[in-house]
């Protein structure tokens, strides 16, 4: 019994001891690799390219698309006209900004739609794609094709039924993939 009690004692006290080991290598990896993505995070610097004013935009919320120009291309989902509808921007590496539409360019009721929020799709064709949550013929959004030059055309002002198409657009990017991945 005696001798079972320290095997019992030897077993526990070597399993604490590989946990420790365990748990000083897992410290250990941790903080290395806490020190390389510090000592990478000072090697990089940020730079702001644009400030919006509201004039220009306002709520940038979704990301950005690269152009076949090279310029990037992005939504701020307020903004603009009023400082409310929202518009479809351009900026280069060098911070050069350029709003291509402002929304609700019309005054009044918003046929061209109001406050898009998801990312533009770049579509085959070289123009973007896009959508907005509001404004339209029935006031539930569009969805929309701008040309790099900043021509906006409506394609489609959604019902309510319709909504959920203009939602859809966020992942256009892989939807854009898929169609031309099953094309081949």
Same mark, same amino acid.
């Given at each position: 019994m005696k001798n079972e009690k320290g095997v019992l004692s030897t077993i526990a006290y070597f399993q604490r001891l590989k946990s420790c080991r365990t748990s000083g290598a897992s410290m250990l990896t941790t903080l290395l690799l806490a020190g390389a993505a510090s000592t990478a995070a000072t090697a990089q610097t940020l730079k702001t390219l644009h400030s919006f004013d509201g004039t220009d935009g306002r709520y940038p919320y979704a990301g950005l698309v690269q152009g076949t120009d090279g310029d990037l291309y992005g939504t701020t989902s307020s903004g603009g006209n009023n400082g409310t509808y929202g518009t479809v921007f351009k900026i280069t590496s060098d911070g050069t900004l350029k709003t291509l539409w402002?929304? /609700?360019?019309? =005054?009044?009721? /918003?046929?061209? =739609?109001e406050n898009p929020y998801a990312t533009l799709l770049l579509g085959t064709d070289g123009n973007f794609y896009g959508t907005t949550q509001a404004g339209g013929a029935n006031h539930d959004g569009t969805v929309f094709k701008i040309t790099p030059s900043g021509k906006l055309t409506t394609l489609h002002g959604t019902s309510m039924e319709q909504h959920q198409?203009?939602?859809?657009?966020q992942s256009a990017p892989i939807c854009q993939a898929a169609v031309a991945q099953s094309s081949k």
């Open positions: 402002k929304f /609700c360019s019309g =005054g009044g009721y /918003c046929t061209d =739609g198409v203009a939602e859809t657009v």
